[in-house]
Protein backbone atom coordinates (compact mmCIF):
# COMPACT_ATOMS: atom_id res chain seq x y z
CA UNK A 1 0.00 0.00 0.00
CA UNK A 2 1.55 3.23 -0.98
CA UNK A 3 0.83 6.94 -0.46
CA UNK A 4 -1.06 9.24 -2.41
CA UNK A 5 1.01 12.89 -2.54
CA UNK A 6 -0.36 16.01 -4.13
CA UNK A 7 1.76 17.63 -6.11
CA UNK A 8 0.80 21.67 -6.63
CA UNK A 9 2.60 21.93 -9.98
CA UNK A 10 3.34 19.50 -12.76
CA UNK A 11 6.90 18.38 -13.23
CA UNK A 12 8.11 19.14 -16.49
CA UNK A 13 9.88 16.02 -17.10
CA UNK A 14 9.63 12.21 -14.35
CA UNK A 15 11.77 12.57 -11.19
CA UNK A 16 14.23 9.67 -11.21
CA UNK A 17 15.64 7.92 -8.43
CA UNK A 18 12.84 8.46 -5.76
CA UNK A 19 11.24 5.32 -4.56
CA UNK A 20 7.21 5.66 -3.21
CA UNK A 21 6.69 5.64 0.09
CA UNK A 22 5.50 2.21 0.94
CA UNK A 23 4.84 3.08 4.76
CA UNK A 24 2.32 5.96 5.90
CA UNK A 25 2.66 5.53 9.23
CA UNK A 26 6.40 6.98 8.81
CA UNK A 27 4.65 9.95 7.69
CA UNK A 28 4.69 12.53 10.77
CA UNK A 29 3.20 16.06 11.03
CA UNK A 30 3.84 18.22 13.96
CA UNK A 31 0.28 19.58 15.03
CA UNK A 32 1.56 20.83 18.43
CA UNK A 33 1.12 24.63 18.27
CA UNK A 34 3.61 27.22 18.47
CA UNK A 35 4.00 28.61 22.25
CA UNK A 36 2.01 31.77 22.58
CA UNK A 37 4.78 35.10 22.36
CA UNK A 38 5.00 37.44 25.27
CA UNK A 39 5.28 40.65 24.90
CA UNK A 40 6.34 43.35 27.04
CA UNK A 41 6.92 46.94 26.82
CA UNK A 42 8.84 49.69 28.58
CA UNK A 43 7.47 53.19 27.86
CA UNK A 44 11.03 55.66 27.25
CA UNK A 45 11.24 59.55 28.23
CA UNK A 46 12.97 60.77 25.37
CA UNK A 47 15.27 63.98 24.94
CA UNK A 48 12.71 66.48 23.80
CA UNK A 49 10.48 65.97 27.26
CA UNK A 50 8.19 63.37 25.13
CA UNK A 51 7.95 59.66 25.35
CA UNK A 52 8.09 57.02 23.26
CA UNK A 53 7.90 53.02 24.11
CA UNK A 54 10.11 49.80 23.32
CA UNK A 55 8.08 46.33 22.46
CA UNK A 56 9.87 43.29 23.39
CA UNK A 57 9.30 39.40 22.75
CA UNK A 58 11.72 37.87 25.45
CA UNK A 59 15.26 39.40 25.60
CA UNK A 60 14.99 40.69 22.06
CA UNK A 61 13.46 44.20 20.91
CA UNK A 62 11.12 44.20 18.03
CA UNK A 63 9.67 47.97 18.24
CA UNK A 64 11.05 50.99 18.79
CA UNK A 65 8.63 53.48 18.56
CA UNK A 66 9.79 57.05 19.49
CA UNK A 67 7.48 59.30 17.88
CA UNK A 68 3.63 59.29 17.74
CA UNK A 69 2.58 56.45 15.34
CA UNK A 70 -0.14 57.01 12.89
CA UNK A 71 0.10 60.56 12.05
CA UNK A 72 3.10 62.33 10.56
CA UNK A 73 5.55 64.19 12.54
CA UNK A 74 8.20 63.45 14.70
CA UNK A 75 7.29 64.43 18.18
CA UNK A 76 6.65 61.66 20.76
CA UNK A 77 3.97 61.00 22.91
CA UNK A 78 3.32 64.32 25.59
CA UNK A 79 2.07 61.87 28.57
CA UNK A 80 3.71 58.78 29.97
CA UNK A 81 0.54 56.94 29.76
CA UNK A 82 -0.97 58.16 26.27
CA UNK A 83 2.39 55.65 25.13
CA UNK A 84 1.53 53.13 27.63
CA UNK A 85 -2.12 52.61 26.27
CA UNK A 86 -0.58 52.84 22.43
CA UNK A 87 1.99 50.51 23.02
CA UNK A 88 -0.64 47.78 24.66
CA UNK A 89 -2.69 48.62 21.56
CA UNK A 90 0.05 47.21 19.64
CA UNK A 91 0.81 44.41 21.82
CA UNK A 92 -3.02 43.43 21.65
CA UNK A 93 -2.27 43.54 17.50
CA UNK A 94 0.78 41.34 17.67
CA UNK A 95 -0.92 38.87 19.61
CA UNK A 96 -3.51 38.56 17.18
CA UNK A 97 -0.73 37.74 14.49
CA UNK A 98 -1.37 41.55 13.05
CA UNK A 99 2.10 42.55 11.60
CA UNK A 100 2.65 45.37 10.95
CA UNK A 101 0.60 46.22 14.41
CA UNK A 102 -0.37 49.92 11.92
CA UNK A 103 -2.05 52.33 14.60
CA UNK A 104 -4.63 54.49 13.02
CA UNK A 105 -5.30 57.93 13.66
CA UNK A 106 -8.83 57.02 15.16
CA UNK A 107 -7.38 54.86 17.36
CA UNK A 108 -4.97 57.31 18.66
CA UNK A 109 -8.21 59.34 19.58
CA UNK A 110 -10.33 56.38 20.91
CA UNK A 111 -7.19 56.11 23.42
CA UNK A 112 -6.67 59.83 24.18
CA UNK A 113 -2.85 59.63 22.76
CA UNK A 114 -3.29 62.79 21.32
Do not use: W
Not at 3 to 19: F, K, N, R
Not at 61 to 75: E, V
Amino acid sequence: MGCTVIASMALASPVTGIAPIADCSMIVADTTPAAPRTYRHEVIALPDGTYGYDIFTGNRKLIHQATIPGIPGDKGFSRKGAADSVAYLVISKLKRNIFPPTVTPAELRQLRAL
